[in-house]
């Protein structure tokens, strides 16, 4: 062995750091906005029933352009978007955005969910072929760091099998990211999360004074500490960005808060978050999954009109979604075989007969339960208008049919966000990359660059640095 | 039975390199990304700010430190939580909001180890949860009452306050400090129902200690002021050495060494790291280091062909995980070394491993250690473990066993593939490896990365099948599993299997530094850095001459660097 040649391959390790990603920008900043916009993103999964060339149409309306509560009703027995015909006019219907990343690197699941709401690709999977972790913020990140108050983040959401924090095959589909590689570990009990922004588990009003005192107690005194290491006269930039980080999350019980959620469905979060007779977790329980989304629209709907916080996303479903739903009095087989159309997770098996239709009554089923959410924000009500006028709430999936295409992901869109979507309408966007709709939606939330212009490079830089047009005003 | 109606992408794929500029670029920790330490303020490459410290004992060692602040990592918080208040388990349903996935979990760049919203409320309701459950249990509660104390309700207190306090601070605490909390501990009846005075402050105290950025922060901070680089502190030095060999705070032993200002020369520090590495904590430390760079979380998710391997099922792949655990702890805590890693035939087994890997004998359901054939196994690599999961369904992986080697093994970085490449065929006639072959060796678009950098070393293992079982054919062809690699310092090797491949490996200096470095960045708890290498460049000498790896951590954390900040 040659030392000058290995001390030349010491040397070497010079290029070894990679750029430390921008993350000190993820440190939320409290911004004034005059009339605030809320915009929640659901994603669920296996995507849905649409003619991509193999299969019939059975998602999209007959026609693009202008949607009527008539036309969209004669589509309901056949279409899943039609059973949102009660919202025709605040309704957006976006076919022909594509993946931004179409060729997986990962289990196509997890590469859909990476990618869906980050714009960006998944990163090797170093943990198993579902362990790849996506590669920067998502936009429910983005917008709760540049509209919340206090640093607070989105509300992360999830109804599915696996518990949160799993990993692999056993991960709840992380969809939000608090940056790159750092997925956020969603909440899979509406109590749990309720219980989180409030600052307390539940109890009558002395409990809830007496807790908060205690924290407050206990608050001023973790304040002090960190107040007199930060007076220290030899703190670096990275030390001080790190206290101060530490002392802004540092937050009070918050006693004033009005906007209430009725008693029973309090109480309905607070049975959901128990065990069943069989001792499983009652949130991964399939049958309990359609109340379960229900109160996390709930909650949803709750935190906006608190203005708790002005991003929300909820995955329905896991890193696929097995569930085996009951229709009509009929336990189906999971729903991740019936997207394959074979009794299998792979491809090998046997055919599942209506496979096809089986789906799209499943397609039907999730855009009822995403009607309930439209139903929750139109009747919050406030001055300004209904959440439905000063929000948005946008359906998609982590893959757009059973094949696992990433063409023409499903976008339903549904809320006219101060004014500012344009909304009444299905458009063709003609296979576009979806970080331009992303982009779309950031104008919508009212996010934009730091001098005003509209946001166009949301999501990886390789990407092309355009919004979508005719989404917005 | 028919065929299905899409070709569907199932959750496996083949990876492939794109043949531009496909230059193999040496790295550390392969288990993530790889980013700069923390301590200098983020992204800058190593080189900026060139040290002024000039190590005094004749070593031209410079090792930059980590964050000056350096949040616990979770599995820290739990080891120092249950130590603090001599607990064997810590309550059920705590979670922690997960962190980052920067490299190792102690890497303290940039934010990823940042205190935010969501994991300060996590950190309050576990304390308040932790504080009830210690207070609530009086076995729990004596554990924690120093010995002979007295009686009056503040003079007890005041007693209790100063213990825990100097444990959970891993320092001593000042007159003011205990006032503090003393004065929090009055509040306890106004603060908390149906407890006496005593232990509703006792809980209080106990939430806050646990919440205290001294508690939750391992600081380096020196006497007085100080920037740029200086000395750390006696305390400062035992919380150094034992989260970084022991991942949880200094036990008894090494505060009393503190506390005599024992822990300012090598020798004393060598004394308390032969002793900590003796400890079960360090053994469960060094696991937690191993279980990360050699990425064996991802062995729970092995899934494969069940009627082509009937004896892999499903409880398989977390035997494969224990297998592994076990073969790295008893190298280490015999005194083996690097090499041992990658060159022992001794492994661990149970009986269904054991009729994986054909062994003749008697196996219960334990693990007990087991011989295996050293024609045909030698090491961590030969493993079912990493055979398994670097493999199809139903094949060998040659791509990811090849990229495996050069990440994990070497730290030699591939560049990622290119955005369209199409899985490697599953189906067709010949043998696995003319498959990857023809889909990206010579002649291919994959030429560039694969023929020279990656399947070489993936096809070295070709003698394994896709569950990790010894092979001569491949569909009736000799198994053809020789290569040749050029990317060692020492040159172009030659082939003829997996073992030639592996006795290369593990006598190249390349690994040596390899692991070595990812070593040196957990005990220094932050990433990659520059000039790594060179502060590294005898211990690999040392380490290529039959050095144990308990021992050149102990050279690591006797190095004055260790004892000193260093942005």
Known sequence: MKAVSRRKVLRGWAGATLALPALDIFEGKAKAATKPTYAVFVVGCNGVVQNLGEEPEMFWPSTTGALTTAKLEADAKSRATGRLSRFASKLLLVRGVNQSFLSPRACSHT?????????????????????????????????????????????????????????????????????????????????????????????????????????????????????????????????????????????????????????????????????????????????????????????????????????????????????????????????HMISHRVMSDGSDGDPIPNAVETHARIDRLLMDQFGYLGDKLAASTSPDGSLLDRGFAVWTNQIANGAHDGRSLPYVILGAANGRLKTGRFMDAGGVSHNQLMNALLAAADVTKPGGAPVDDFGDAGLPKRVLPDIVV | MRAPKFRLIVCSFAIAVAAAACTGKITTHGGGEQVDGGGGGGGGSAGKGSPSFEPSEGSTDAIVSGARFARLTHFQWQNAVKDLLLLKALPAGLTLQRDAVLGFDNNNAGSALDVSFDLRGDYERAAETIAAFVVGDPVAKMRLMPRDSPTALEAKARLVIRSLAERAYRRPVDAAEVDELWNLFKQGPNLITGRDAFDAGLEVVISAVLQSPAFLYKMELGEGQNTGSFALTNFEVASRLSFALTDTMPDDELLAAARAGELTDAEHIRTQAQRLLKTPAARASAAHFHEQLFRLAGLDQIEKDVKAFPAFDSATPALLKEEARLFLDHIVANQGTPRDLLTSSETFVNAKLAAIYGLSGTFTNTFQKAP?????????????????????????????????????????????????????????????????????????????????????????FESYDAIGRWRTTDSGTPVDASGAYEELASGKVSFDNGLDLVEALAGSSDYHACYLSNWLQYLFARGARDDDGLALERLVDDSLAGTSVQESLTSLVTNPAFRRYLP
């Open chain 2, 372 to 460: 295996l054939d050293p024609q045909q196994r030698r090491g961590l690599l030969t493993q079912l473990g990493f055979l398994a999961k670097n493999a199809g369904a139903k094949d060998p992986d040659p791509i990811h066993r090849g990229v495996f080697v050069s990440e994990v093994i070497l730290c030699k970085t591939l560049p990622p593939p290119a955005a369209n490449v199409k899985p490697v065929p599953t189906m067709g006639g010949g043998t696995n490896r003319a498959r990857v072959e023809a889909h990206t060796g010579k002649g291919t678009c994959g030429a560039t990365c694969h023929a020279t950098l990656i399947n070489p070393l993936g096809y070295a």
């Open chain 1, 111 to 335: 590469w859909g969910d990476n990618q869906c709401l980050t714009a960006t690709p998944g990163s090797e999977d170093k943990d198993g072929p579902a362990s790849s972790l996506a590669q920067g913020e998502s936009i429910d990140h983005r917008i709760a760091r540049e509209k919340n108050a206090n640093g607070r983040g989105p509300l992360v959401l999830h109804a599915g099998r696996n518990s949160t924090g799993g990993k692999g095959y056993g991960n709840p589909g992380y969809v939000s990211y608090k940056g790159p590689m750092q997925p956020h570990s969603p909440d899979s009990s509406p109590w749990a999360a309720y219980t989180r922004i409030v600052g307390l588990a539940g109890g009558n009003a002395d409990a809830l004074k007496l807790v908060a005192t205690r924290r407050k107690s206990v608050n001023d005194f973790v304040r002090s500490q960190i107040k007199r290491l930060q007076s220290r006269a030899d703190l670096s930039a990275e030390d001080k960005r790190r206290l101060d980080a530490h002392f802004t999350a540092i937050r009070d019980i918050e006693l004033g808060m009005t906007a209430g959620l009725p008693s029973t469905t309090l109480k309905e979060m607070e049975a959901m978050d128990g065990k069943d007779a069989n001792m499983r977790l009652k949130v991964h329980v399939d049958a309990h999954r359609d109340a379960l989304v229900r109160l996390h629209m709930d909650l949803i709907a709750f935190a906006f009109a608190g203005d708790i916080t002005r991003s929300a996303s909820l995955k329905v479903g896991d890193n696929n979604d097995g569930i085996s739903f009951v229709l009509d009095g009929v336990t189906l087989p999971s729903f």
